[in-house]
């Protein structure tokens, strides 16, 4: 008798249930049961990709990333051109002086808390809307090695949301230079940057932004895996960063705002200056990125001694 069978005889739980399911043993038992069975074939990413595209609540928030210049355009529109404080000038005030600057304001404006959504959403509701449905147990009796499962659903939740932060300033440069013509990027300071060099100034913020948002995608994944409640993980990730966001607000703590990734989360502006400056990104970079691979690291450890009943 097999032992797929024998287990089936037993009365135990079914394959891909148990907690020791995807571990190497379970995969090399699969394998001898189950000739030309590749764990490294389960789960293709180009699979949970679409499957992922196809879900109405990626194209919306796609919908609503994409709207916001349009959103901005027609509030400049209505309102005039940007008027701050007679005494200084901001990145606000040079909105509407180029296509450059009106993505800037874009990336400015949605920098604290529009661009923590898509990311919390894409790493948040990834495994717990399985569980909500009740495939994530047969996704694991496929048989889908545990750690394979969470790698594809990772790298698919990073990859829509770094899509969605490259989305919002791409449309907003379309959208600034046929509003206001293409030009350099006039910064708040004086002087100007060429078209060229604000566009790399400007890939380097996005970039900083997304990989600041990691803590985000590491606590939402982590919730994600603990939960099968899809909104909890991603209300409890959006929640906590504006909790971070509040505790930075708070002069009183001094120098242990430094170590709240929030704290940083705007140094992308040093970017936009004439001669840049990395000190502040490099720090938040770090920062971030120590407190996701701890998030990371404990979703997989839980994850791997979790028992799957959904």
């Not at 940083?264 to 040093?270: G, H, L, S, V």
Request: with cysteine; glycine share 12%; charged share 10%.
């Amino acid at each position: 008798m097999s032992p797929l069978t024998e287990s089936a005889a037993g009365g135990g739980p079914p394959a891909g249930t148990g907690p020791t399911d995807g571990t190497p043993a379970a995969a090399g038992t699969l394998a001898e049961a189950a000739p030309g069975y590749r764990a490294g074939r389960t789960l293709p990413l180009r699979v949970e990709l679409v499957r992922q595209l196809g879900r109405r609540r990626t194209l919306i928030m796609g919908a609503i990333l994409a709207a916001l210049p349009f959103v901005l355009l027609a509030a400049f529109a209505i309102g005039g051109e940007p008027d701050g404080p007679a005494d200084r000038v901001t990145l606000m005030d040079t909105a509407t002086a180029s296509g450059a600057n009106f993505a800037a304001v874009s990336l400015f404006v949605s920098a604290g808390f529009l661009l923590v959504i898509p990311v919390a959403l894409f790493c948040g509701d990834t495994v717990a809307s399985e569980a909500s449905w009740s495939s994530l147990r047969y996704l694991l009796a496929a048989p889908v090695p545990r750690a394979r499962l969470l790698v594809s659903k990772l790298a698919v939740g990073l990859g829509l949301s770094l899509a969605a932060m490259v989305l919002l300033p791409l449309v907003a440069l379309a959208v600034g230079t046929a509003a206001y013509g293409w030009g350099p990027l006039e910064l708040p300071t004086g002087g100007s940057l060429g078209p060229g060099t604000a566009a790399w100034r400007l890939a380097v913020a996005v970039a900083y932004l997304f990989v600041s948002q990691s803590v985000t995608a590491g606590l939402a994944f982590w919730l994600s895996t603990r939960t099968d409640a899809p909104l909890g993980a991603v209300g409890g990730a959006v929640g906590l960063t504006i909790a971070g966001n509040v505790l930075d607000a708070v002069t009183a703590l001094g120098h242990w705002r430094d170590f709240l990734p929030a704290h940083w989360q705007f140094a992308w502006a040093d970017a936009v200056q004439p001669r840049p400056e990395w000190s502040g990104m490099i720090q938040g970079a770090a920062l971030s990125l120590t407190y996701a691979l701890v998030l990371f690291a404990l979703a997989f450890r839980g994850f791997a001694r979790k028992d799957v009943v959904s």
